[in-house]
């Protein structure tokens, strides 16, 4: 297992999904979407990361994208899906580096769990993902209702794993994120800085 502030030993390895699981999105994502939408990609960048929280935290696909391009659009408007389809494609890009250490964790017998700011369309594809079958718990925001670094999304993470806080080690790679985990008494590790497996 990997060494806890102290020198002890952490239980649980926790991984953020976006930029450390998966690679950063390609650099036409946006250009690519903005023309789906018959957008200016200034406008249509402007508005996916303004309103990503709130889309993260659970906000239903069709508001969200509504936002994004600034018109209003139904659940059933093909848009919506389309959007949706292209969206999770830009992040379905996985670090290959990561993958395999936390195959690599996994044979190793590690406790090893997701906690993601990711929405309802992004997560249902996680949890089907191959890869992610090594995870014995995968938290996601938009069903918790929380985000990253809400100190309380941390809190829940503790309840869901059931340990203590010098038992977790937490991988993201936002300051702002490791941070939060830091203050709420987790090991963080700003990515790409990672727990080593052991070796038998």
């Known amino acids: 297992m990997t060494a806890g502030p102290s020198g002890g030993v952490t239980s649980w390895l926790v991984f953020d999904y976006g930029q450390v699981i998966s690679l950063p999105q390609p650099p036409d994502t946006m250009a690519a979407m903005a023309a789906i939408a018959a957008v200016p990609p200034t406008t249509f960048t402007d508005g996916y990361w303004r309103h990503r929280l709130a889309y993260d935290a659970g906000c239903p696909a069709e508001q969200y994208w509504s936002q994004v391009v600034g018109r209003p659009l139904s659940a059933a408007d093909p848009l919506v899906a389309e959007l949706d389809l292209a969206d999770i ?47 014995h718990h995968r938290l996601f925001s938009c069903r918790l209702g929380l985000t990253k670094p809400d100190p ?14 010098t038992e ?24 790409p800085q990672v727990p080593t497996p052991s070796r038998r």
Do not use: K, M
């Open 89 to 135: 494609a830009s992040w379905s890009h996985l670090n290959p580096r990561t993958v395999a250490l936390i195959d690599d964790l996994a044979h190793d017998g590690h406790g090893l769990a997701l906690l993601s700011n990711a929405p309802a369309s992004l997560a249902a594809t996680i949890d089907a993902a191959d890869w992610a079958a090594v995870l």
């Open 152 to 165: 309380a999304i941390f809190a829940e993470l503790l309840r869901q794993l059931g340990a203590p806080a």
């Open 168 to 191: 977790v080690t937490f991988v993201d790679d936002r300051p702002e994120n490791c941070q939060a985990a830091t203050d709420a008494g987790l090991t963080a590790l700003l990515y």
